[in-house]
């Protein structure tokens, strides 16, 4: 099963003060996904942006978006965001009472289905929902904040889920998040990662397609 490389820029590296603007240079530069990293400031620490900024720039753009809840009890949310014209939602593990509800709840949405893990928590949390997961989030940083360093024993969590995902689910994504970089991509494709988040290490770099393309030649994808 051959599943095209990806890269998502984070958003919360851009400039939100231009939401609309960088949606459309990313588009012009070849992106195909965007991240919105949406915090509560209680699962984590920072408060980000919610479902009704997201609403106002969907229609500014056709590029995917990819809506990382980083929130106490998202199950309350997932239809606002669905609303907005999220195309993913993705949860964290750790803050879903009744994950595998969600998820259902997100799919019956009509919504790709995402967990997310944060770097302590074991491949283990998402080992019999992965049959119904459209993308697994490996977080290689502790949510909250951009521009922290990639934990390198993300690393071994990634070949361990794709092993797992190769046997239970060929379809199913492995995304990471957190410290990404032209550098470390490599390594994070032979792990097993189709998608990297990429925030700082992305929007600190224009232009943006010289720098998709940076990625893109370090996945073997150029
Ligand atoms: C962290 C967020 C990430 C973040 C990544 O809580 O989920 O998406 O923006 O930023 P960098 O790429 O700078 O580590
Ligand atoms: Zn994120």
């Not at 588009?27 to 980000?48: S, Y």
């Not at 980083?70 to 750790?94: K, N, Q, S």
């Not at 470390?184 to 925030?199: I, P, Y």
């Amino acid at each position: 099963m051959t599943r095209p490389f990806l890269l998502s820029p984070s958003l919360l590296s851009s400039d939100y003060g231009r939401l609309a603007e960088e949606l459309a240079a990313l588009e012009a530069a070849g992106l195909k996904w965007v991240h919105w990293d949406v915090m509560d400031g209680a699962f984590v620490p920072n408060i980000t942006l919610g479902a009704p900024i997201i609403g106002a720039l969907r229609g500014r753009t056709r590029l995917f978006f990819d809506v990382h809840l980083m929130v106490e009890e998202p199950a309350r949310y997932v239809a606002d965001f669905a609303r907005a014209g999220a195309d993913l939602i993705c949860v964290h593990a750790e803050a879903t009472r009744h994950l595998e509800r969600t998820c259902a709840a997100v799919a019956e949405l009509g919504k790709q289905v995402g967990v997310a893990l944060n770097p302590a928590t074991p491949v283990d949390a998402v080992r019999y929902l992965l049959p119904q997961l459209d993308l697994v989030l490996i977080m290689s940083v502790n949510p909250g904040f951009g521009g922290q360093s990639f934990i390198p024993f993300s690393l071994d969590k990634i070949r361990e889920l794709a092993a797992l995902r190769d046997r239970l689910n060929p379809r199913c994504l492995i995304q990471v998040d957190g410290g990404c970089t032209p550098e470390n991509t490599a390594a994070l494709v032979a792990a097993g990662a189709d998608c990297l988040v990429s925030g700082s290490a992305f929007f600190k770099f224009p232009p943006y397609k010289e720098r998709h393309e940076a990625f893109l030649r370090a996945a073997g994808a150029l």
